[in-house]
């Protein structure tokens, strides 16, 4: 189970990166990304930060990179806005998880339209 500690700050730092992202980085490698996680360390020393990246392979690939070399940066502004004895580490990661959602839902998608398809077969044949 996660201590309360960590997943209080996790949310706090979510809400900060979020707000960064919005309004201060101006990294033009950057696209249209939202912050959907921050997984914190026990000791709170890292953030673990998953976003969702929109676009194609490359703009999702150069967004990450963007957020990478700007982690400084957004570690700094954290260290400003959240009060804590040791500033953690911001450590970007790719979140997938809707993107294998869209994909799950086609693929139900298409097993309900075979299933009406055998349906009408069988009821004109």
Not at 88 to 97: G, N, V
């Amino acid at each position: 189970m996660e201590k309360p500690r960590p997943k209080r700050v996790g949310e706090q730092v979510r809400h900060e990166v979020a707000a960064l992202l919005m309004k201060g980085v101006k990294d033009p490698r950057i696209g249209f990304v939202s912050v959907t996680a921050v997984k914190m360390s026990p000791d709170l020393h890292y953030a673990n930060v998953y976003v969702s990246l929109f676009g194609s392979e490359s703009e999702k690939k150069s967004s990450l990179i963007g957020l990478q070399q700007s982690a400084g940066w957004i570690r700094r502004e954290i260290g400003k806005r959240i009060r804590l004895r040791v500033t953690p580490e911001i450590r970007f990661f790719e979140d997938s998880t809707l993107d294998e959602v869209y994909k799950l839902e086609e693929r139900f998608r298409e097993i309900h339209e075979e299933r009406d398809q055998q349906d009408s077969d069988a009821e004109n044949g």
